[in-house]
């Protein structure tokens, strides 16, 4: 098994939702947004922090061989709904003060490369998204969040960590491109409480809800309290909207439920499914079929020899589980889709 075979395979037993590599040459296309907004981003550019330094991995670290990108889900954790339009989602991961299961997974995998003889860096001023895309794990949106591109059914609501590796990985294709289906009329520019997005991948953070609370230190314009709402902690109103990978509906409800009673019941049959169901399942079964999440194992020794449908690695990646053994009781698994 080749190196990055084995630091891939790492990362998704670990948990993590994907993984992708490429070169430590400068991100051009970061460079070039940030230098044509340098106004925008001047907070970003500190002798302290500074991002554009960031954007040049190997001439900040010369024995930089390879960017690793690993991708994390954090809308799988379970979210309050009494939070809902108030906290953004990702500030439930706060590393700062938690040291839970995030950390862990994290620790564990740096762990897991020092014992392969690499040496890691992790550098807070790499920017992240163009990392991901750069290694082909994600496109952008116009919303500037980025886009699962081979996991999570091609979601948001993750997180990129680059990791710099004194190791020579062959790079992955980039994804840099817009990832934005072609009938998605804007929403999430004409979503955007404070006109934070003014264009197609165009943010002005200092209007940005998350800006706001997450970075400025100063008092919040009085412009923008009217507008920011009940969000008092960051925004996901751009990404809540999104009609193309918004995670909570990229299933319906009858595809859930097929899919939960699969994962729970497999191997089994569509018309068992029916049977649990009480209803037709043709359709969800397609769906997921479609999709990727269920495949069919086999087929049932009884009359007819109809086809046994059982769970796939994409569906364990896509819920963040290492096995089947990791699934939650049944009502757990219902209750979090519902919030
Ligand atoms: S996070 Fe909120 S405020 Fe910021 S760009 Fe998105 S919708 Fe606008
Ligand atoms: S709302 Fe539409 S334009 Fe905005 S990121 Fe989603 S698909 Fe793209």
Redesign the pocket.
Known sequence: MSLKQRLSGKALELGFTDIGFTTTEPLDLYIQEIDSRPQMYDWLMTEQFNVKRGAFPREKHPWARSLLVLIRNYHRRSFPPSLKGKI?RCYQVDERKEKGEEHRRIKDYLDFLIQEGIRVYFDGETPARMSAARAGVVTYGK???VYARKSMLGASWLESIPLLLDAEIEPDEPSVELGCPSWCKNA?IA???????YSPKK?NPR?????QSYYSSGITPLELREP?GT?VY??????EVCPAYNTGKLLSPAALETLAIIAYKQPITRLEIDQLRGLNSDGAVKTLLDKRLIKIIGKKESPGRPFLYGSTKEFLQYFGLKNLSDLPPINDFLREDAA
């Open positions: 953004g919303n500037c969040f999430c979503a955007c409480p404070t006109g934070a997005l943010m209007r940005c809800i998350a800006y920011m969000w960051g925004c996901d109103r751009c990404q």
